[in-house]
């Protein structure tokens, strides 16, 4: 077995750096938080109090919340002087990759943008599909941890921006279907059918797979909790989505009506607090049922 870093524990990261440690690697952790680090610790890795000591590991793995926290985490003064391999798994902007893997090259460092497909459950158990953009030595020395975490990786190239723009492209593609569910649930439940039959039409003839199963169950339930992936970070991804369209000089005509419903489920405290998934009530709430507890 190995030793490796593991930085950023929210649900994500923990359920990862679990993996981790329960194949029997040596895992050193850090949190910005302490009650994550000292929860870790107690399952049998190694927390430490700064990122550095994390980083100092030969091999080490992030799951960070955006591009400020990744910028501020991965900064040149918490890098070593020996050489080390990263792989960013969060979802960050191609511009950041692109300046994470810069610096990471001009202290001799190997940088691999990693972002993941798959919800916590999904970590927990190992199945996450993982989008591996970097230099292919760099991709081989994580590949074993990779193995551990995921069930599959994506080569996406030697540009770590690539990983970042697929992965903020699958994002866009769920945040489509989560509205869509709730569009159509909407349509069908005013004439008297009921949600679940409905989304199990769907699921189990033209749109099967886990995105409309899974989020088709939660918009015909309308239960958000436990948060997986919160109405913030969905948000955080659609603006991705749109910048780098920009960037590309392609416009995405349904963004602003996405972001549209987006700002109305955040502007409400009963649902800013809930998965990304409730930005289906915007949608169905038109149908004049409570959401009760959900």
């Known amino acids: 077995m190995a030793r490796v870093g593991f930085l950023g524990l929210g649900s994500m990261g923990q359920a990862m750096a679990t993996r981790l440690v329960d194949a029997g690697h040596e895992v050193v952790v850090w949190n910005r ?11 049998g890795a190694t927390a430490v109090d700064h990122p550095g000591k994390a980083l100092a590991v030969d091999v080490s793995v992030s799951m960070l919340a955006n591009d400020q926290a990744a910028d501020a985490v991965l900064s040149e003064g918490n890098l070593p002087s020996h050489r080390i391999v990263h792989a960013n798994m969060a979802s960050v902007s191609p511009d950041m990759g692109h300046t994470l893997a810069a610096r990471f090259a001009s202290l001799g460092h190997g940088y691999v943008a990693s972002p993941v497909l798959g919800r916590p459950n999904v970590a927990a158990a190992g199945g996450l ?10 991709i081989d020395a994580l590949q074993p941890f990779y193995d551990v975490m995921g069930a599959r990786t994506w080569l996406m190239g030697e540009d770590p921006r690539t990983a970042n723009l697929v992965k903020i492209a699958v994002n866009y593609n769920i945040i489509h279907a989560i509205q869509a569910i709730a569009e159509s649930v909407a349509l069908t439940t005013s004439a008297g059918v009921k949600p679940a039959d409905f989304v199990d039409l769907l699921t189990n003839t033209l749109f099967g ?3 409309y199963t899974g989020y088709g169950n939660l918009v015909a339930e309308r239960e958000y909790l436990p948060q997986a992936f919160s109405l913030e970070l969905g948000l955080k ?44 009530e915007i949608t169905l709430s038109q149908l004049g049922e409570s959401r009760e507890n959900n």
Request: charged share 20%.
């Open 33 to 43: 938080s302490e009650e994550p680090r000292l929860r870790m610790d107690q399952a």
């Open 129 to 138: 599909n993982i989008l591996a953009g970097g230099q292919t030595e760099d």
């Open 209 to 211: 797979g886990v995105v």
């Open 237 to 280: 991804d659609l603006g991705l989505a749109e910048s780098s369209a920009t960037a590309a000089g392609i416009t995405l005509p349904t963004s602003s009506s996405l972001r549209a419903v987006f700002d109305q489920a955040l502007q409400q405290s009963d649902l800013a607090d809930k998965d990304w998934s409730a930005l289906a």
